[in-house]
């Protein structure tokens, strides 16, 4: 099971959203890197269910326990173990979709390759997984901050039809921090809170897309061909729960633009050359040119809508189902700190490759 990402600094994730804990394994962290632990359970925090109306009501405290590789707040260089309890499941809800597979969800696929499930909540395939890679997103920005000033913004840019105006090269933490749904842009957070709002009471969801910006990032992170950072960075996104679509730079609209118009010039800079734009999206043949780096993830509505749907069961028989349970109205609010979060792990481990790749220990 693809339970592990990155090459040097690596991270495995454990547990079901209904079992005893979720968790991780990080390996490949420097040693003797003083982690700031309280700042870790405050970035996991903004992830915590249960925060407002605009997420799912369950009470998680999602207390971080560290099991190894951390002595005195500084890592060992060995295998950093952690975990979060699961202290409020409540798996009575579906149970009565044991043997029914609930539209757009991973029942029907994960029992198709396994022969088996965990029907308590979706299992590996909840978004309940993602807590766990916060804490080694949170541990990763720290470690790339010893080495560079990067910095890592993720915010709400639309829910639904609705489009913030954020100016992506002065955006900053407090303003994405101060709205409750994550959006820098004060007009359009509350018409998308509106939204969701409404949404929730059609006992239906409402997706969107959440953009982020790099800072700080030196050039020369990256390698070409399979491992190009930008293909890296898609992995990283696409492997969120609920994300359908990833563009980098320009992206899309970038096909309508001519080859004149599209090529970033460069300029002296200090300490490197710069660029007169950014079209590129800080990332050039795969490896970093110095730019800031900046991309956007499109994420679904959520699956489990409150609402009568056909489906079917084991035996391949139509069925009705009408889902219970606790959901997300809309995913987005809590997914920027998983996009920020898998992002940090991406960087950081091209950042200690290059550093491989330089001799640099």
């Known amino acids: ?146 080495v560079a000033p990067v910095e890592i913004l993720a915010w709400v840019n639309s829910v639904g039809n609705i489009q913030a105006k954020v100016d992506k090269k002065t955006v900053t933490a407090t303003s994405i921090l101060k709205s409750k749904i994550q959006c820098p842009d004060p007009e359009a957070s509350q018409l998308m809170i509106a939204r969701i709002n409404a949404v929730k009471k059609e006992r239906d969801t409402v997706g969107g897309v959440i953009s982020a910006i790099c800072r700080g990032i030196p050039p020369g992170w990256g390698d070409p061909v399979f491992d190009k950072l930008e293909a890296n960075l898609a992995k990283a996104m696409l492997s969120i729960p609920a994300a359908k679509g990833f563009e980098i730079g320009s992206g899309f609209s970038g096909t309508l633009m001519k080859g004149s118009e599209h090529n970033d010039t460069f300029i002296p800079g200090n300490p490197h050359p710069t660029t007169t734009t950014n079209h590129s999206g800080g990332i050039q043949g795969g490896i970093s040119n110095g730019m800031p780096i900046y991309f956007n993830v499109a994420f679904k509505p959520v699956s489990t809508i409150f609402q009568p749907q056909q489906t079917v069961n084991k035996d391949n028989q139509v069925q009705s189902i009408n889902p219970r349970g606790r959901h997300d109205p809309c995913v987005l609010p809590r997914a920027t700190v998983i996009v920020e979060s898998m992002a940090a792990i991406c960087l950081c481990d091209h950042m200690l490759r290059q550093r491989a790749i330089k001799g640099i220990i």
């Not at 994730?13 to 979720?22: L, M, N």
């Not at 407002?52 to 707040?73: A, Y």
């Not at 766990?132 to 790339?144: H, K, P």
């Open 1 to 146: 099971m693809g339970s592990q990402f990155g090459h040097i600094f690596r991270l495995h994730t454990f547990g079901e959203s209904h079992g005893r804990a979720i968790g991780g394994i990080i390996e490949g962290c420097p040693p003797g890197i003083e982690l700031d632990l309280e700042g870790i359970q405050q970035t996991l925090n903004r992830r915590r269910p249960g925060q407002s109306n605009l997420t799912s009501p369950r009470k998680e405290s999602d207390r971080v326990e560290w099991l190894s590789g951390i002595i005195d707040n500084q890592t060992l260089g060995t295998p950093i173990g952690f975990q979060i309890r699961n202290k409020d499941a409540d798996s009575s809800a579906y149970r009565e979709f044991k043997d029914r597979y609930r539209p757009s969800h991973a029942d029907f696929t994960t029992e198709a390759k396994y022969g088996i499930r965990d029907w308590r909540g979706g299992g590996r395939a909840s978004a309940r997984e993602t807590a766990a890679r916060v804490v080694g997103g949170a541990i990763a920005l720290q470690v790339l901050q010893t």
